[in-house]
């Protein structure tokens, strides 16, 4: 299909009331030819795990998947950090207005693509709106084209206002942006986002600023993509910002925030007290039901009841490869050392192995190896703080056996749990971390291709890959995939 040039600029905008409708500029021709729409999932290091920490933590996306109608601005006042904060934001109802729901993910999708072209200085990069949609986990067959099309729209029309709300430089700042600069893009005739458009985007230079002097958080985004709902992965990103900040390195394992000063910060639309928990509950059931969060409380009264928010099993650290290779090197299961590796830092990791082969070294033998390291990993009461446990062997066969069935239950539920888009994607990390330069591209790209149309399980992939690892049969592994690849 013959596609025309089209070029979307930002125009000046006041920042004392709304920016005027954009119009799309002329023609232009300076855009790339269109990369190879290889997902990111497949090449080389794949987009780095960071969010940008004032975006994130200070929720400007709306986490509401839909809006009213004409709902092109808001302005907020509330408590963050301990200190009181003005946000506004004023947007252009002809695009959707302000930015919200699907905009979050599109959001953290640009960071990570800013990220993974190597951080230019000027805040520009280029890719594909395939690019985009396959690192945010969507369908890639035309609905979600013309959705980021105009969720791009609202990132570049919506102007923010915040008045000493910006941590830089050690400070805060009051700053006037927009989170695009500029957004170039070719289109179909029917001025439509397809699988050839191409993206040339510039980030605002305060949001640049911020990713170059690394303030930065993790984030798993495989763990959020897995999420079904927007508004769930839009209050992960916000949740996760609070539980894990730049200021405070060790995360929270619970969070206590105002009702009315949350609803703020999810930048709520409705703000009586009984629509912000109707808003919030779909996102914490789903939240819950993944064990991010434990617990979900509320305290008090009307507008002045408190959220409890306490932290699961899977609020853990994003996934470290060094970790991970680790434990799948004393014999876990892929699924089971991602697992561990999600939840307990590198350092934790490598100091309880160093334990648990201490232990064996003295000449104990446990009844399950791996129940046992399991156990030792996963050991807050202090019991291995000794060369030899201080509990009975009886006892510890019993808990050897139970570790081993309980984390190897855990994996396979969450397994069960994700998305087949994810669990491809999953499986391409561990066939990336086991095999290093010994996959292709090409061949990954084959296995991609293999495991999404239903030719082959991601799961038996993932457990034939781990024994072929442990074992010492990687080469014979790979030449059985290789037939698999050419018939």
């Known amino acids: 299909m013959a596609t025309k040039r089209k070029r979307a600029t930002q125009g000046t905008a006041s920042s004392q009331g709304h920016p005027s409708a954009q119009g799309e500029a002329q023609a232009s021709h300076s855009l790339a030819p269109a990369p190879s729409p290889t997902p990111p999932a497949v090449q080389g290091q794949g987009p780095r795990h960071l969010d940008e920490a004032n975006v994130a933590r200070l929720g400007l996306i709306s986490i509401q998947e839909r809006i009213p109608p004409g709902y092109s601005s808001w302005e907020e006042e509330y408590n963050f950090l301990g200190k009181p904060v003005k946000l506004a934001c004023y947007a252009n109802e002809k695009v959707g207005g302000v930015p919200h729901g699907l905009d979050n993910e599109v959001s953290l999708a640009l960071i990570a693509m800013y990220l993974n072209a190597g951080s230019p200085d000027d805040g520009t990069f280029t890719t594909t709106p395939y690019q985009l949609l396959k690192l945010m986990g969507l369908d890639t067959s035309g609905y979600y084209y013309q959705t980021l099309k105009e969720s791009l729209l609202r990132l570049t029309t919506a102007t923010y206002v915040l008045s000493e709300a910006w941590r830089a430089d050690g400070r805060w700042q009051s700053v006037t942006f927009r989170f695009i600069d500029k957004l170039e893009y070719t289109s179909s005739r029917e001025e439509r986002l397809d699988r050839s458009s191409v993206l040339r985007i510039t980030l605002a230079k305060e949001i640049v600023r911020s990713l170059k002097n690394r303030y930065v958080k ?113 014999g876990l299961s892929f699924t089971s050392a991602y697992s561990l590796a999600r939840r307990y830092p590198l350092s934790r990791i490598q100091e309880r192995i160093q334990r648990f082969h201490a232990i064996l070294a003295t000449g104990y033998r446990p009844k399950n190896r791996l129940g046992f390291l399991v156990d030792v990993i996963r050991d807050e009461t202090g019991k291995y703080t000794q060369a030899l446990p201080s509990t009975s062997r009886s006892a510890l066969a019993r808990l050897e056996d139970k570790e081993a069935k309980r984390i190897q239950e855990e994996a396979d539920q969450e397994w069960q749990s994700l998305p087949k888009e994810v669990q491809v994607r999953r499986t391409l990390q561990a066939a990336q971390l086991m095999l290093r330069s010994r996959i292709s591209v090409g061949e990954l790209e084959d296995l991609s291709r293999l495991m999404t149309e239903g030719k082959m399980e991601p799961k038996e992939v993932m457990e034939s890959l781990t024994k072929a690892f442990t074992s010492g049969t990687v080469e014979e592994w790979l030449q059985e995939m290789r037939e698999r690849f050419a018939g």
Not at 242 to 250: G, I, L, M, T
């Open 218 to 330: 993790p984030i798993d985004i495989e763990f959020m993509a897995s999420l079904h709902r927007p508004l769930s992965r839009a209050l992960y990103r916000l949740l996760d910002a609070q539980r894990f900040s730049p200021e405070h390195p060790a995360p929270l394992s619970r969070f206590e925030v105002p009702l009315m000063e949350w609803a703020a910060a999810c930048k709520i639309v409705h703000k009586r007290p009984d629509k912000i928990r109707r808003t919030l509950e779909p996102a914490h059931e789903e939240l819950i039901a993944r064990r991010y969060l434990r617990s979900v409380e509320y305290r008090g009264r009307g507008q002045n009841q408190v959220i409890v928010y306490v932290f699961g099993e899977e609020a853990g650290q994003p996934v470290d490869p060094a970790a991970l290779e680790l434990l799948i090197a004393q």
